[in-house]
């Protein structure tokens, strides 16, 4: 599977952003899809994933509420819908493909390149 990620920018508090992640390959539905963002200078970040069989979506605390995930499978594409963004949201955003535990990204057999995601104050 291949990914590749979209839709980054520069956007001010309150904001939103729509990130895509398109996937090459047939067995695109058979993969839970995860979004993660790394901020400068942390750790990469959990944000949000939804499960390959069910759709069933987790997001982190952080994110809920403001936050969808949502994956068309006949596009092999999935979305992140992020809105009232905030300032700390800023980090590059990374769309992963895996079958594994989805809150590691060691869960995760493939990753897209990343997007910029900025939010001004």
């Known amino acids: 599977v291949q990914l590749q990620a979209s839709g980054g920018g520069l956007v001010q508090a309150g904001g939103s952003l729509r990130l895509s992640c398109a996937a090459s390959?047939?067995?695109?539905?058979?993969?839970?899809m995860g979004w993660f963002r790394q901020a400068p200078g942390k750790n990469r970040e959990f944000v949000a994933a939804?499960?390959?069989?069910?759709?069933?979506?987790d997001y982190v605390d952080s994110v809920k509420g403001r936050f969808t995930l949502s994956r068309d499978n006949a596009k092999n594409t999935v979305y992140l819908q992020m809105n009232s963004l905030k300032p700390e949201d800023t980090a590059v955003y990374y769309c992963?493909?895996?079958?594994?535990?989805?809150?590691?990204?060691?869960?995760?057999?493939?990753w897209g390149q990343g997007t910029l995601v900025t939010v001004s104050s």
């Open positions: 390959g047939r067995t695109f539905s058979y993969y839970n």
């Open positions: 939804t499960i390959w069989n069910s759709g069933t979506t």
């Open positions: 992963a493909a895996g079958r594994g535990i989805m809150r590691i990204p060691s869960g995760y057999d493939y």
